[in-house]
């Protein structure tokens, strides 16, 4: 139906500050103790609000999983 895309967050890139769990937060939590982002539930959404979240990150952190291995 909807073009869905599953995300992942780099922990190594990511800084914090939460922007992905205020977005998306059925997608995102951001850890209390560390501040580091991670994916949670399906970890999917709609290709438009991913474009978005990944656009929003001030890390680029949050980048699209590959499911097909080209
Ligand atoms: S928006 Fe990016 S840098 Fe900020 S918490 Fe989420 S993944 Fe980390």
């Not at 967050?9 to 209390?32: K, N, R, S």
């Not at 560390?34 to 709609?46: C, F």
Request: glycine content about 6%.
């Amino acid at each position: 139906m909807s073009d869905l895309v599953k995300l992942k967050v780099d922990t190594e890139a990511c800084i914090a500050g939460g922007q992905c769990e205020m977005i998306e937060p059925d997608t995102f939590l951001v850890d209390d103790d560390t501040a580091i982002a991670s994916v949670i539930g399906t970890g999917s959404l709609p290709v438009d609000r991913a474009a978005e979240v990944i656009d929003r990150c001030p890390a680029q952190a949050i980048s699209i999983v590959n499911s097909d291995s080209e």
